[in-house]
T-cell receptor, first 116, second 113 residues
Framework: NAGVMQNPRHLVRRRGQEARLRCSPM?????VYWYRQLPEEGLKFMVY????????ESGMPKERFSAEFPKEGPSILRIQQVVRGDSAAYFC??????????????FGPGTRLTVL | AQSVAQPEDQVNVAEGNPLTVKCTYS??????LFWYVQYPNRGLQFLLK??????LVKGSYGFEAEFNKSQTSFHLKKPSALVSDSALYFC???????????FGGGTRLMVKP
């Protein structure tokens, strides 16, 4: 059973470009979470999605950031008009049920975004 | 609101000695507590979790953690450290109604031969 897959592993963008980060959850998992890790910091929650629904986006910046988890295909975290402060590692995690229902979240290897 | 504090940025231990990585938490409901380890340029690997039951939780690679409700702590321990344990360790919490994990800032463990 493959783990959580994220691609690309490394992404370089110039200021003003768009970044699209993809996450394929573990087989059988229908819940996806995105976290951001700034250099030398812990992970910060961004958004929680189920298939075709955003459940909690309290950690998402108000502008330029969006996320989706379509019925078919991977979850996408999209950052428009990137700025240097967006440079970070973005981690996706998946779980089969609600995180509060005794299930840990399984993390992907992350996408390291560098904005030049 | 929930929060996690890892008071030590770095812990240094000699190989073979016991290690402790500290974590305290704050959460409004019942706490669900987790420890993850991160190796350089890698994702987070799950070590162990506390949901309910025994206060001493055993996890992967010989690690264990003790849940202390009165002190709101969930310290990570290992009786005998290995050089290969050197990594970044994160404590995380969620409440029984929440979905997101709240992470501590991380503690870098350095085990020297």
């Amino acid at each position: 059973n493959a783990g959580v897959m994220q691609n690309p592993r490394h992404l370089v963008r110039r200021r003003g470009q768009e970044a699209r980060l993809r996450c394929s959850p573990m087989k059988g998992h229908s819940h996806v979470y995105w976290y951001r890790q700034l250099p030398e910091e812990g992970l910060k929650f961004m958004v929680y999605l189920q298939k075709e629904n955003i459940i909690d986006e309290s950690g998402m910046p108000k502008e330029r950031f969006s996320a989706e988890f379509p019925k078919e295909g991977p979850s996408i975290l999209r950052i428009q008009q990137v700025v240097r402060g967006d440079s970070a590692a973005y981690f996706c995690a998946s779980s089969p049920r609600l995180a509060g229902d005794n299930n840990e979240q399984f993390f992907g290897p992350g996408t390291r975004l560098t904005v030049l | 609101a929930q929060s996690v504090a890892q008071p030590e940025d770095q812990v240094n231990v000699a190989e073979g000695n016991p290690l402790t990585v500290k974590c305290t938490y704050s959460v409004s409901g019942n706490p669900y507590l987790f420890w993850y380890v991160q190796y350089p340029n890698r994702g987070l690997q799950f070590l162990l979790k506390y949901i309910t039951g025994d206060n001493l939780v055993k996890g992967s690679y010989g690690f264990e953690a003790e849940f202390n409700k009165s002190q709101t702590s969930f310290h990570l321990k290992k009786p005998s450290a290995l050089v290969s344990d050197s990594a970044l360790y994160f404590c995380a919490v969620t409440d029984n109604a929440g979905n997101m994990l709240t992470f501590g800032g991380g503690t870098r463990l350095m085990v020297k031969p």
